[in-house]
Each structure stands twice: as C-alpha cells, then as structure tokens.
C-alpha cells in the first residue's frame, strides 16, 4: 500500500509498455525521477543543474543537459526559461493518471538518501523495469515487507522494456541484488522482490524479526539436553538426544538462513 503522505514520483507503467523508457538515453533515464519527485501535482518542478547532477550520480552537468534534452525530443518533459532558473513541465506520457498502474519512486527513501546515485546506468533502466512488472497484490508482499514482488517468465522481454543488453541485464539484475534493492532466493532466481524504500515499515520490522529469530534460536540452543530429557515442542516437534546435538544445531542453522532468504519469523518457529 502506498502512503500519499510520503513524496513520491509515480512512473507510469504506459512508459514501460511503449517501450519509451527503453528508447531514452542513459542521461534522460537517470533524471526523469529525480524531477520527478520534485514537481508539483501538475508535473511542474525547478531543481537546479547541480542538483539533478548530484541527485542521479553524475559528476559533471554535461551529462544532465544531454539528458534534458533527450526528455524534450521524445515529449516527456518541456523546459521554460523563468528570471535565472529553468521550469520543467512533466506532459502526460511522463504523468501518472487515476486507475492507471505505477511504479512509486520515494523523494526521501531513493532519491535524497543517495540510493538511486548510487546505480549504475543499466541498474536504474533495469530498476523501473523490475518495479512497474512486480505486484503489489502478491500473497507473500505484506508477509515479507516487500513493495511488490515480481517473476521474470523471459529475460528477452525484460531486456527490451530496459534497453539493454543481455549481458549488461545479468550484471544489472546481480548488482541490484548485492546492493540490496531487490532480493530473491536462490532457488528461484527469477522470482523478485522489490525492497521497499518509503523510508517507513520495512526496517523496523526486519530489525524486530532478527531480534525474535535470534531469540528462538537462543532459547533452542540452550534446551538441547544433553542428558537425553525432551526438548520443549516449542523449539522441536521430537526428542533428541546427546548424539543428535550436532544435527540438530545444523538444523537451526538452516532455518535461520531460510529467515534471512525469505525474512518470515514463522519459518524458523
């Protein structure tokens, strides 16, 4: 669920589907939410060369006039000369409308703390793409804290809406991952979660599901018997016994690393 009262710039998956957002040079890409999240509710917006510099990762402005410019050929965005400074004009294909889909990208949680600088140019093309194609309706999002979770049926198509290469889509998707902004589980590579970045929920709640995991696991290890007695059922649905110490210290081994890969506290109870 989307909290209005967060800042956010909402990316419409229309964008995606045209394959306008594949057809935009890398400059244009890694600015678009960076005005974006900086406009009014009529698209209108006025942030400074220098910052949209900063803000997308690029140490010179040459790169942002370059994609400012991209942005205008393909009618994304008109610009106005006002006293001193420019005005940006989101148009309608860069504008979400009601009942329409999206992807939210967060003033506070993405583009201010540095983390969309922070990627690298197919990251950001390949970013959106993951975000627009995952669903928010999925059973396991509101179990796992996730904003969406999405499945990767064929790479090719995810390659095109990016426009990228398919290297670049393996070393973009890895990264994405190393750098924490999604997660997947090694057994279904392909199956994706998309970290939530509102700046709210999911870190208090993974911190508090570490603290309990940790708790259980601790209590486990300290109610293996080594005299032969019955472990509580809390911790083991059976007995064990002094020579089954080792497998069982294995087993809460691997629930905690089930925790860590899904991060649900009921799969290490």
């Not at 005005?87 to 409308?97: G, I, N, P, Q, R």
């Not at 750098?179 to 970290?195: A, M, S």
């Not at 911190?207 to 601790?218: G, Q, T, V, Y």
Request: proline fraction near 3%; charge should be positive.
């Amino acid at each position: 669920m989307i909290d209005k009262k967060i800042i956010h710039y909402r990316i419409p998956l229309k964008l995606i589907n045209s394959y306008l957002w594949a057809s935009l040079n890398q400059s244009a890409k890694a600015i678009l939410p960076v005005i974006g999240v900086h406009c009014n509710k009529n698209g209108i917006s006025f942030p400074s060369i220098k910052l949209m510099a900063k803000l997308a990762g690029y140490k010179t402005n040459r790169y942002i006039r370059v994609g400012i410019n991209d942005l205008i050929k393909n009618v994304l965005m008109s610009k106005k000369k006002e006293g001193r400074h420019n005005v940006y004009f989101l148009t309608d294909l860069a504008l979400w409308k009601r009942g329409r889909s999206f992807f939210p990208i967060y003033k506070e949680g993405m583009i201010l703390s540095g983390l969309w600088a922070k990627m690298t140019p197919t990251e950001k093309a390949l970013y959106i793409v993951l975000g627009e194609k995952a669903k928010i309706n999925d059973p396991e999002v509101l179990n796992l804290g996730y904003h969406a979770i999405g499945n990767i049926n064929k790479v090719c198509n995810y390659i095109k809406y990016a426009g990228i290469t398919k290297p670049s889509f393996y070393t973009a998707y890895e990264g994405l991952c190393k750098k924490g902004y999604i997660e997947f589980n090694q057994d279904k590579k392909y199956r994706y979660g998309i970290v939530n970045f509102s700046g709210q929920k999911r870190v208090d709640r993974n911190k508090d599901n570490l603290r309990k995991a940790l708790e259980i696991i601790d209590s486990s290890v300290k109610n293996i018997d080594i005299k032969n007695k019955v472990i509580p059922k809390t911790a083991y649905q059976k007995q064990v016994d002094f020579e089954n110490k080792k497998k069982a210290q294995l087993e809460i081994a691997e629930k905690l690393k089930r925790f860590y890969e899904k991060g649900n506290i009921d799969e290490i109870k």
